[in-house]
């Protein structure tokens, strides 16, 4: 079986991020790590932060392809939501970085495309412009990430009332429209 050098990679440097401060994680330390040569590493990434940005990308479609087979949008949150749960301590290390705005930025873009995607095989009829869907999908993932970096992982709101309430949210239970003429 081929070895998956940019799955090991990334794998290595997402331990690595569990241990330790990810600013002071350089590529040498990878390659140390993962017993490779800094060659090898170059060749499946520039930098660090790509290797964190197609950590994300594979993150957010394995997560959309459990979504996609999820049974509605609740079981979708679910999903979504234990991720953000399981990985809540590594996201804040990241968010306390000195590239923190970079990362910021890759998780909403990161659910951007699993958003867009899922609304794409979830809801194939939907009638909104490209631009309409576009805003409205920047919109959402940076609630949505805002949300889980506030909320998430807080003992006393818990996952099930987190995804009720994103459902709502996502349902535009907030603001229904009026059925008055």
């Given at each position: ?17 569990r241990k330790g401060d990810i600013d002071k994680i350089t590529v ?6 993962c017993h490779i040569s800094r060659q090898t590493f170059y060749y ?19 997560l959309l392809q459990e979504s996609m087979e999820a049974d509605g ?109």
């Amino acid at each position: 079986m081929p070895v998956d050098m940019k799955t090991i990679i990334a794998d290595t440097f997402a331990q690595m991020i569990r241990k330790g401060d990810i600013d002071k994680i350089t590529v040498k330390n990878v390659i140390e790590e993962c017993h490779i040569s800094r060659q090898t590493f170059y060749y499946h990434f520039h930098d660090l932060m790509e290797v964190l940005e197609w950590s994300f990308e594979r993150a957010a479609k394995k997560l959309l392809q459990e979504s996609m087979e999820a049974d509605g949008l609740q079981a979708a949150l679910e999903r979504f939501v234990a991720f953000a749960y399981e990985h809540h301590r590594e996201i804040h290390r990241l968010l306390n970085s000195r590239n923190s705005q970079q990362i910021e930025q890759m998780l909403i873009e990161s659910v951007v495309t699993y958003l867009g995607d899922l609304a794409a095989y979830k809801e194939p009829e939907l009638n909104i412009s490209l631009s309409n869907m576009e805003i409205s999908l920047h919109f959402y993932a940076c609630g949505i990430v805002g949300t889980l970096l506030r909320y998430g992982g807080d003992p006393h709101l818990g996952q099930e009332r987190l995804v009720r309430q994103l459902e709502l949210l996502l349902k535009g239970g907030i603001f229904p429209e009026s059925k008055e003429k």
